[in-house]
């Protein structure tokens, strides 16, 4: 053999022998297994819950189903035979129209909200009233009142005095405003009604309009006479809804006319009296007069701020200095220029003749007269150069202001043109949408009126693809299928019943309940007795019929008493339960005869408040026998409080005695601890009869002295809640309730929770 291999992988231990590789799983997936094969237990747990339940149940759900079954047949037969009629019609919406007037008739959308407009349309009571009033049904047998009653008439299998009386109708108790006859009508409309039944086809065109009635030639005339109300009906509203539109049409375009012509007498008053003719055309010729106008202005004021800064050198001059000649408009004048020239000329003359002649000579003379002409001539010419700037600026300054003033009237024409040509649009717009609404109304009353007398020609909103045909045989009732649905839900609803009883019920019916509800363990069972009357003595079964199967539950209980005190003895035994008339005074009278077979025992009596021990085992009640009350107050000693019974010399019973008027006072003294402490050394075992843990405190007292408490449960009546209760209050006093005995179960019907004819396989050991 190759050398194994341990190694840990992901958390998993792996052995490798060879080429061989063996997994060991974790301890969490083995946990992880458990918890799935314990879910799989409860499902499967829960399973047979349902299935025992069901079993339980079986001939109770058998006989309602055949009960639901044979009453359906019955209500099935009494039924008068019902016949049906079905008619296809086809409703069109993608019609070719002639003229299209959708606006004004409104109903012809191909979509699907207009499909099923239509089919409510022919559901309506109008059509329905329509349909009464052409077949004249107030009047058919089929719709009399005692025609109209179906059904199984209960009242003939009821006796006469059970039934309530008939008062007749009197004129007081009618309605005042509506007369029998409209009654009638109203009635025979809501039967049809009833009867009708309009289905759509899925994904077609196709509506399928179906009556049932008993009459089998009503169920064929009914649908077939609808679908044609119908399609007269639309196109009698079609025709109404044209009539209409025309004669609104023919209002409304009497009005549009007459506002058309208000607005075109409104325009051409208008321009008569604004003398307008084109007011584009003299808009247009002003504007290029206005354009014209700023153009010179602009030029003109150009000009002036030339002539306004030589005009200002000429004023300053002429304020201060006489130098007209530094002004370059002065200078540059062509004649100041010349003049300038003849003046340089004399001068240079004169310059010249100096050299030559003296101051008196004649050329000298000559030549100095002709400098000063010239120089008279310059300021002359200078002058006029002056006075035609300052005239030259006075003109500019007047042809700005001119252009100014006639920039500013053109501008005001032109305003007054744009309020004039506003005004005249706003009219013009008036009369051309006039016009145009109109003409809009005016062809759409052509139409209208084409369509009135062309709407035969048309296709109607439907027809008919498939009539009603008169049915041979009827379609309801169907007395098989009626009693195969009757036996069905009989069963569902019997099924559903139990169930819901089996789920409201919360007491404790089996040892599954024991240990899922209280979540203690099952000690034992105890099976429901049938004493007969010759039983002289029911409670002592045990001793009377030893080979019973009580007795051999009683025995049962007893080995698991010694069982469960291998180890510590159970020496005191409480014996009690939640509530009274669980048996506990029966499961402590049998427990203590078959202890008694064991070892020396003793039955105490510690039910104080309503002992029931003496009476059962059939001892004189009047006077009471001596017994605990009197042993703990110490009137009387042991041996005279102490019974021996004749059935069992190993068992020693000491009753209650005397009513004590505080039996809790009496079990929390220390006489009640030192006699129990005496007790303990001289008997094997020791039985404790106590009361409902629930109804007073005396149990919690006694139970402090116990080694075991036995807690009964009556099976299938104490409520697990309850139960739960007792045991808490219990072990709030530190007194541990270990084992559940389970009293009046009734082992034929819980038979199927238990395993073959012999103990549970459990071991909890029980007859069946």
């Not at 196109?235 to 609104?248: G, H, Q, V």
């Not at 003033?405 to 032109?414: G, N």
């Not at 305003?415 to 009219?427: A, I, P, S, V």
């Not at 051999?552 to 009690?576: A, F, H, W, Y």
């Amino acid at each position: 053999m190759n050398k194994e291999e341990v190694k840990e992988l992901g958390g998993q231990m792996t052995i490798s022998e060879g080429s061989r590789v063996f997994i060991i799983p974790t301890e969490k997936e083995m946990a992880g297994d458990s918890v799935d094969i314990a879910q799989d237990e409860d499902k499967v747990a829960e399973l047979l819950a349902y299935w025992h339940t069901f079993k339980k149940y079986k001939w109770k759900l058998i006989g309602l189903s055949l009960l639901v079954g044979i009453l359906t047949g019955f209500y099935s037969d009494s039924l008068k035979p019902t016949y049906s009629s079905t008619a296809r019609m086809l409703i069109e919406f993608d019609k070719a129209k002639i003229i299209s007037i959708q606006d004004i008739a409104g109903s012809t959308s191909a979509n699907k909200e207009y499909f099923y407009t239509q089919l409510e349309i022919l559901k309506s009571r109008i059509l329905a009233v329509k349909l009464v009033e052409q077949l004249k049904l107030v009047d058919h047998p089929a719709f009399e009142p005692a025609s109209q009653r179906q059904g199984f008439d209960w009242s003939r299998w009821l006796p006469s005095g059970w039934l309530p009386s008939k008062k007749p109708t009197t004129e007081s108790t009618a309605d005042p405003i509506e007369t029998s006859d409209e009654k009638q009508k109203r009635a025979v409309v809501n039967a049809v009604m009833a009867g009708l039944s309009i289905n759509p086809v899925i994904k077609t065109q196709l509506v399928e309009i179906s009556f049932e009635s008993p009459d089998r030639e009503l169920t064929a005339l009914i649908p077939n006479a609808l679908a044609e109300i119908y399609i007269k009906y639309d196109l009698d509203t079609k025709l109404e809804m044209t009539d209409k539109a025309a004669k609104w049409l023919t209002e409304r375009l009497e009005n549009l006319r007459q506002v058309l012509e208000k607005s075109e007498k409104n325009m051409q008053a208008y321009m008569e009296k604004e003398n307008l003719v084109n007011v584009t055309g003299i808009k247009s010729v002003t504007v290029r007069e206005l354009e014209e106008t700023a153009t010179n202005l602009l030029n003109a004021r150009l000009q002036l701020a030339n002539k306004k800064r030589v005009y200002k050198q000429v004023r300053a001059l002429q304020a201060g200095t006489s130098n007209f000649e530094s002004i370059p408009a002065i200078l540059n004048n062509p004649l100041v220029q010349s003049m300038k020239q003849a003046e340089l000329a004399a001068r240079r003359k004169v310059s010249e003749l100096k050299e030559r002649y003296g101051q008196k000579h004649p050329q000298i003379r000559a030549a100095n007269a002709e400098l000063e002409a010239a120089i008279a001539n310059k300021k002359t010419q200078t002058q006029l150069v002056i006075d035609g700037i300052i005239k030259e600026y006075d003109m500019a300054v007047a042809k700005v202001k001119n252009l100014e003033e006639s920039l500013k009237s053109k501008k005001s024409e032109i305003q007054t043109l744009n309020k004039k040509e506003f005004e005249l649009k706003r009219l013009e717009r008036d009369v051309e949408v006039n016009r145009q609404l109109y003409n809009m109304f005016l062809t759409r009353f052509k139409e209208t009126n084409a369509s009135q007398d062309l709407q035969e020609l048309q296709s109607t909103v439907g027809r008919v693809v498939e009539p009603a045909l008169v049915p041979i045989a009827p379609f309801k009732p169907n007395k098989k299928i009626n009693v195969i649905m009757g036996l069905v839900l009989g069963f569902l609803f019997s099924t559903l019943f139990v169930f819901f009883i089996e789920f409201l019920d919360n007491t404790i019916k089996t040892s599954e309940d024991v240990e899922q509800k209280l979540g203690l363990p099952l000690l034992g069972i105890l099976p429901k007795m049938k004493i007969s009357k010759k039983e002289e003595n029911p409670y002592l079964v045990f001793l009377r019929k030893p080979q019973s199967q009580f007795a051999e539950s009683v025995r049962s209980i007893s080995t698991g008493i010694m069982l469960t005190g291998l180890d510590n003895p159970q020496k005191v035994l409480i014996v009690t339960s939640s509530v009274a008339g669980e048996g506990k005074s029966t499961v402590s009278i049998n427990q203590a005869f078959a202890l008694g077979q064991m070892g020396k025992t003793l039955l105490i009596e510690a039910d104080m408040r309503r002992p029931t021990l003496v009476k059962k085992l059939g001892w004189r009640t009047n006077p009471p026998a001596p017994g605990l009350s009197e042993l703990v107050a110490g009137r009387l000693p042991l041996d005279e409080c102490i019974h021996h019974t004749a059935e069992n010399e190993s068992v020693d019973i000491i009753p209650c005695g005397e009513i004590p008027p505080n039996p809790l006072e009496l079990f929390s003294s220390e006489r009640f601890k030192v006699l129990l402490e005496d007790l303990y050394q001289e008997y094997q075992y020791i039985i404790i009869d106590t009361p409902p843990v629930m109804l007073v405190s005396d149990t919690l007292v006694v139970a402090k002295f116990a080694t075991e408490v036995i807690y009964v449960v009556k099976a299938n009546v104490t409520p697990y809640k309850v139960v739960l209760d007792g045991i808490k209050r219990l072990r709030q006093v530190n007194v541990p309730v270990r084992n559940i005995v389970l009293n009046f179960v009734d082992t034929k019907k819980t038979s199927a929770y238990y395993d073959n004819s012999g103990y549970h396989a459990e071991g909890r050991h029980a007859y069946t």
